[in-house]
């Protein structure tokens, strides 16, 4: 399926676009995360676990969250969310940078980061942004490492469903690219 990226409509998120939210986040998991998330939680509990952190996103927002998201008409192709101001030493935190493989490799990703950064700049003070990647997961963190991210630590972190997998941070001390 062939996609023109100058239809993608960019949009603030409301509570009405929870469940495809929740659907395209567990998606990528399902596709992304293979092999290093336990097959069984990819196969039977990742759809129900992200509708109810979702759930939990817009009934009870944090005052700093920012999602917004990429349409194709009336699909959702991608989305990003953001928690400004998350840390003191490495600033706004980007939680959520998902597209769905359709629509990958057309410069949506990098749109959604944009409208992130966007949002981030507006603050007081000096800009700081940084996201979690796996680190055995290689497109996306290659997709950081070309929008001029910068590893500056990693750790091992518990898996919903179980296992360990090694974690790092990906920080950003002036706007990407």
């Known amino acids: 399926m062939i996609k023109d990226e100058s239809l993608i409509?960019?949009?603030?998120?409301?509570?009405?676009?929870?469940?495809?939210?929740?659907?395209?986040?567990?998606?990528?998991?399902?596709?992304?995360?293979?092999?290093?998330?336990?097959?069984?939680?990819?196969?039977?509990?990742?759809?129900?676990?992200?509708?109810?952190?979702?759930?939990?996103?817009?009934?009870?927002?944090?005052?700093?969250?920012?999602?917004?998201?990429?349409?194709?008409?009336?699909?959702?192709?991608?989305?990003?969310?953001?928690?400004?101001?998350?840390?003191?030493?490495?600033?706004?935190?980007?939680?959520?940078?998902?597209v769905h493989p359709d629509w990958q490799r057309k410069g949506i990703g990098r749109n959604l980061l944009k409208h992130c950064v966007e949002r981030i700049a507006t603050l007081e003070g000096d800009f700081k942004m940084y996201l979690f990647v796996l680190k055995e997961n290689n497109k996306a963190r290659k997709f950081y490492e070309s929008m001029g991210g910068e590893t500056v630590e990693t750790a091992i972190e518990n898996n919903p469903g179980g296992g360990q997998a090694e974690v790092l941070r990906i920080f950003w001390n002036t706007p990407p690219n």
């Open 9 to 98: 409509e960019y949009s603030p998120a409301s509570a009405r676009h929870m469940e495809a939210i929740a659907r395209l986040h567990a998606y990528s998991w399902q596709i992304h995360y293979r092999g290093i998330f336990n097959d069984s939680y990819l196969d039977h509990d990742v759809v129900q676990e992200r509708l109810l952190v979702w759930k939990r996103r817009f009934e009870t927002p944090s005052k700093d969250q920012f999602i917004v998201l990429a349409n194709d008409q009336d699909h959702l192709c991608g989305f990003g969310c953001a928690f400004l101001n998350h840390d003191d030493r490495y600033g706004s935190l980007i939680d959520n940078l998902h």
